[in-house]
């Protein structure tokens, strides 16, 4: 029987096997041996142990398209970063680290404020702004509202996707409003392992239906970038490249470099000044890290 991890905890893997349903099952030793840990997002192959228990073993697991580090996913189309346009104010910092994250993980990433009901149009407009050339699509929500909730369904569609970005800004009502059932799959598991569902310890998986999944991760409020060198970071800044070739020296990294066309887009407002600043930040974090 073929289906999908959707949660693992404590040694147990549940699976979504379609028109069965959820099965709680263990990894074979086989794995182990071979240092191999199953996934979320794994497609695997089980023997059914008991059939009204929902009980089986995962026998073995599917070739993996792709497998993200953090958080710890596989079989990922892409990524929706959510943060909230207002309570609590967005770390714009940590929003592009997640970026550059995905990013450096080839992940297809669409930023998601959400919250808008609760700031102005022009709050919004100072977002949608900073990020304009950022080379990935931004949309606003409002889970109160509804608004955008429709667009964000569409974008998720016949795809895998997992939803990133701190606690607190609303991803579990996106879920909810994307996948009413989700707090009653999330109710089951944890019945089964007897632990509360409402903080996110683990990454999840929803159903939503043929081929839509969605995936919630652990929030996290810092995100500390490496296995990338600091003269790298400038290509992980779309609102660079049309400006790069025009600067005086090869290789210049756009910060005290005389004849930096990077450096005069920036004064003349073409490229956002809090996107630069998060770069110089980056960058300098790069540059004084310690090698061991």
Known sequence: MEGKIIKGIAGFYYVHVKTFGLYECKAKGIFRNQKIKPLVGDDVIIDVI??????????????????????????????????AAAEPSPNLNLLDRILILMIKQQVSTVICFNKKDIVTEKEIGFLREIYLKCGRQVIFTSTFTEDGIG????????????????????????????????????????????????????SELFYIQDNTFIMDTPGFSSLYIHDIEKEELKE?????????DSCRFHGCVHLNEPGCSVKQALSDGKISKIRYGNYRDIYEELKNRKKY
């Open 151 to 202: 667009a964000l369904r569409e974008l998720v569609k016949d795809k895998t996707t997992v939803l990133a970005g701190p606690s607190g800004v609303g991803k579990s009502s996106i879920i909810n409003k994307l996948h009413p059932d989700a707090n009653m799959e999330t109710g089951v598991i944890s019945e089964k392992i007897k632990r509360g569902r409402h903080t996110t310890r683990h």
């Open 236 to 244: 992980f800044y779309a609102e660079f490249q049309e400006y790069e």
């Open 50 to 83: 008991d059939e009204t228990g929902k009980i089986g073993n995962i026998t073995d697991i599917r070739e993996r398209k792709n497998e993200l580090i953090r958080p710890a996913v596989v079989n990922v189309d892409q990524a929706v970063v959510i943060f």
